[in-house]
Structures are given as structure tokens and as C-alpha cells.
């Protein structure tokens, strides 16, 4: 599901195969580098991750039972890692 605003949540699929066996790797793409973009990662727990985009694309493995999580980007993720 996209939202309207500069955060996208990102549902992950059930199975019934044990958790510890997959784990979510969020891959940014745009028509324009990413790399050094800012993300953060927000759990449904609470827990965040937050960093850069690399020059891959790729953000950190998230391994969770949750089935959903927030992305956020850019500004947006700057802010919330300032309230954290």
C-alpha cells in the first residue's frame, strides 16, 4: 500500500513457513541517484532503523514477525529520527 505522503507502508506476505527463515529487504528505486537519501525504518513495536540509501539501493534486512512496517523518506525521516 503507498500513501499519499513521502511514507510508504510495506506489508509483508503470511506463510506458514517459520519466521526465522525469511526476513524483509526493502530495494529504493527512482529515475534519479539515491544514494546518501535518507530513510527511516519504523516497526510496528516501535523500534525504528534509520540511515542512508547506498549506492545498491538497498536498506537494512528488517527480520520481524510484524506483517507491517513504515518506510519514511527523505525529510520526513530526518524529522522523526530528531524526535526520537
Not at 500500500?1 to 499519499?4: E, G, K, L, P
Not at 513504515?70 to 524526535?83: N, S
Given at each position: 500500500?503507498?500513501?499519499?505522503s513521502?511514507?510508504?507502508?510495506?506489508?509483508?506476505?503470511?506463510s506458514?513457513?517459520?519466521?526465522d527463515?525469511?526476513d524483509?529487504?526493502?530495494?529504493?528505486?527512482a529515475?534519479?541517484?539515491?544514494?546518501?537519501?535518507?530513510?527511516?525504518?519504523?516497526?510496528?513495536?516501535?523500534?525504528?532503523?534509520?540511515?542512508r540509501?547506498?549506492?545498491?539501493?538497498?536498506?537494512?534486512?528488517?527480520?520481524?514477525?510484524?506483517d507491517e512496517?513504515?518506510?519514511?523518506?527523505?525529510?520526513?525521516?530526518?524529522?522523526?529520527?530528531?524526535?526520537?
Open positions: 500500500m503507498i500513501t499519499s513521502a511514507s510508504t507502508a510495506v506489508t509483508a506476505g503470511s506458514s513457513l517459520p519466521t527463515m525469511f524483509e529487504q526493502v530495494r529504493a528505486a529515475s534519479i541517484a539515491l544514494d546518501g537519501y535518507p530513510f527511516l525504518i519504523e516497526m510496528v513495536d516501535g523500534r525504528t532503523f534509520a540511515g540509501v547506498d549506492a545498491s539501493g538497498k536498506l537494512p534486512r528488517v527480520t520481524d514477525d510484524a512496517y513504515i518506510v519514511y523518506w527523505g525529510d520526513q525521516a530526518l524529522a522523526r529520527q530528531d524526535e526520537a
